[in-house]
């Protein structure tokens, strides 16, 4: 037996498949007597404590299965607590180091902005920015591209990528794409504002403060217009970004 990501492969020994077997019976085992667990007066502010333990826990051994292969054990436990179990074990996979076996399992699903993160942190570690791109460019709101995008530049710039500038160009691009109404916002310049404020943020993580600056003034410049009673909360945000 053997697992692969990125092209690579690794042979495990019969002792490491035994053992591997071994573990996936605990991790059912486990899965099990967690979900037998029975919470009393679960409204109570000691029962949802006890309920978000719970979730906690159900999660930590859905990422533990997925993790030692048993795919089906880990799509088992997750739709015994109502998760969605495609994206429950995605994410398990891609924090497991092996994000192109989780993209996988989430299809064409449409990515929220976090578990866009996760991807594109995880496929930058494995090497392959080009998927990374395409999940951040994946469909959704333009907000969530170009804050993914801004995400992803700030990545490659912290590993030395002389491309970076041109992923924060095309974080630029979409950001400006919100002259378009996006289907997210009610006024187009509410979102294109706060794209804008996350590239900044981005440029300046990634040490380029002269970009950010320009950005930051391009965001001011799009809060000033939009909807007069939107403006007070844009101002304020744009200021406690630049803090």
């Not at 990125?6 to 492969?9: D, S, V």
């Not at 999660?59 to 997925?66: C, H, L, S, T, Y």
């Not at 929220?112 to 496929?123: G, I, K, N, S």
């Not at 469909?139 to 591209?145: D, E, I, V």
């Given at each position: 037996a053997s697992t692969a990501q990125?092209?690579?492969?690794t042979k495990r020994t019969p002792e490491q498949e035994a053992a591997l077997v071994e573990v996936r019976k605990i991790l059912r085992e486990a899965s099990e007597v967690a979900q037998a667990v029975v919470?009393?007066?679960p409204d109570?502010?000691?029962?949802?404590?006890?309920?978000?333990?719970?979730?906690?826990?159900?999660?930590?051994?859905?990422?533990?299965?997925?993790?030692?292969?048993?795919?089906?054990?880990?799509?088992?436990?997750?739709?015994?607590?109502?998760?969605?179990?495609?994206?429950?074990?995605?994410?398990?996979?891609?924090?497991?180091?092996?994000p192109h076996?989780?993209?996988?399992?989430?299809?064409?699903?449409?990515?929220?902005?976090?578990?866009?993160?996760?991807?594109?942190?995880?496929?930058?570690?494995?090497?392959?920015r080009q998927t990374a791109l395409e999940v951040a460019e994946s469909?959704?709101?333009?907000?969530?591209?170009a804050h993914s995008i801004a995400y992803l530049a700030t990545l490659q710039a912290k590993a030395g990528d002389v491309e970076y500038k041109k992923t924060f160009q095309r974080a630029l691009k979409v950001a400006e794409a919100f002259d378009k109404l996006d289907h997210h916002t009610r006024d187009a310049n509410i979102g294109k504002y706060k794209a804008l404020v996350h590239i900044a943020r981005a440029?300046?993580?990634?040490?380029?403060?002269?970009?950010?600056?320009?950005?930051?003034?391009?965001?001011?410049e799009t809060a000033l217009v939009v909807q007069e009673r939107e403006q007070f909360n844009a101002l304020l945000i744009i200021a406690e970004a630049q803090a």
């Open positions: 990125a092209g690579h492969t919470i009393e007066n109570s502010k000691e029962g949802k404590f006890l309920v978000n333990n719970k979730r906690f826990v159900m999660r930590d051994i859905v990422g533990a299965q997925a993790r030692a292969g048993d795919i089906e054990g880990a799509r088992l436990t997750a739709t015994a607590n109502g998760w969605d179990k495609s994206l429950a074990i995605g994410i398990a996979l891609a924090k497991a180091g092996r076996e989780g993209l996988k399992e989430l299809a064409s699903q449409e990515l929220d902005p976090l578990t866009r993160f996760v991807f594109v942190e995880a496929l930058m570690k494995a090497g392959d469909r959704g709101s333009y907000l969530w591209q440029q300046a993580d990634a040490g380029d403060g002269t970009e950010s600056r320009q950005t930051f003034v391009k965001a001011l």
